[in-house]
């Protein structure tokens, strides 16, 4: 069935250093994948989306490519920030147009 | 812009206590969804529905009732709370696939 898997459950980097988060996923539909961003107490937000094959999508710093051929779209940034400290959720629309969340990357940036 | 109202936003309940939680929304959006959000578990989809009146139930289903009785407003009620249950409850709408979430409803059962 579909799925989306997230390897990563925490993640700590000192800030300025670059980050990737992995994201794959598995379904027989066309792909549609997004990550939301949750900071403490707040709800979540997109953060970017894409369907485009080989197109690197960017928005706020942070930049994710969709690669059909892996099933891949790892969210990337070249230097993290203190702010950027928050959970972080893949997500893909399922054939019954649901989103299907991953389980979450918890993204702490030290100073 | 809109916003997603949800209420209220921490619910203390009893074992075996019905329970429900309110979502509100005036971006005009069809479709709303209600998601539970646990440690480690990421979000998991209870109900969703497309339109007034319309309710499709998502894998956590059960144990749950949902009703949509106009656009703007989405309601779940936990048919049984379970003892030491702890959980958010995030409400949704969505346009063109892109989902705008409420800040939540923190659940603790007693």
């Known amino acids: 069935g579909d799925s989306v898997t997230q390897t990563e459950g925490l993640v700590t980097l000192t800030k300025g250093l670059p980050v990737m988060l992995n994201c794959t996923y598995q379904t027989t539909y066309s792909p549609f994948l997004f990550w939301y961003v949750q900071h403490l107490n707040e709800a979540p937000k997109l953060l970017l989306k894409?369907?485009?094959?080989?197109k690197r999508t960017e928005h706020q710093g942070f930049y994710a490519t969709l690669h059909k051929s892996s099933s891949s779209f790892h969210l990337q940034k070249s230097s993290v920030q203190l702010s950027d400290s928050a959970l972080y959720f893949c997500a893909f629309v399922s054939g019954s147009w649901q989103l299907i969340f991953g389980s979450g990357t918890q993204l702490t940036v030290m100073p | 812009g809109g916003i997603i109202t949800q209420t209220p936003k921490f619910l203390i309940g009893q074992e075996g206590q019905k329970l429900t939680l309110k979502c509100q929304q005036n971006?005009?959006?069809?479709?709303m969804y209600w998601y539970r959000q646990d440690s480690g578990k990421g979000l998991r989809l209870i109900y969703y529905?497309?339109?007034?009146?319309?309710?499709q139930k998502g894998d956590l289903s059960e144990g749950y009732d949902a009703s949509r009785e106009k656009k703007s407003s989405f309601s779940l009620t936990v048919t049984s709370a379970q003892k030491n249950e702890m959980a958010v409850f995030l409400c949704a709408s969505s346009n063109q696939n892109t989902l705008y979430f409420g800040a939540g409803t923190r659940l603790s059962v007693l």
């Open positions: 894409s369907s485009t094959d080989n």
């Open positions: 529905s497309i339109t007034e009146n319309d309710l």
């Open positions: 971006f005009n959006h069809d479709t």
